[in-house]
């Protein structure tokens, strides 16, 4: 019985490890996202007459 016990209390911790490794990449991965998107949108200025005008045919 204790086996079993402790085999199960084996599998909990290895899936609670390959949790938080999971969680963490997912974090850095997030914060890289948002930093490069932040620098894009820093880089670009808009066009001034991009947006104004819409060319339509019926």
Avoid: F
Wanted: charged share 15%; hydrophobic share 40%.
């Amino acid at each position: 019985m204790s086996v079993v016990m402790n085999q199960a209390q084996v599998k909990q911790q290895a899936s609670l490890s390959v949790m938080k490794s999971a969680m963490s990449t997912a974090e850095q991965d997030g914060e890289a996202l948002i930093e490069m998107l932040e620098s894009s949108n820093a880089q670009q200025t808009p066009h001034p007459n991009l947006g104004k005008q819409i060319d339509l045919k019926a």
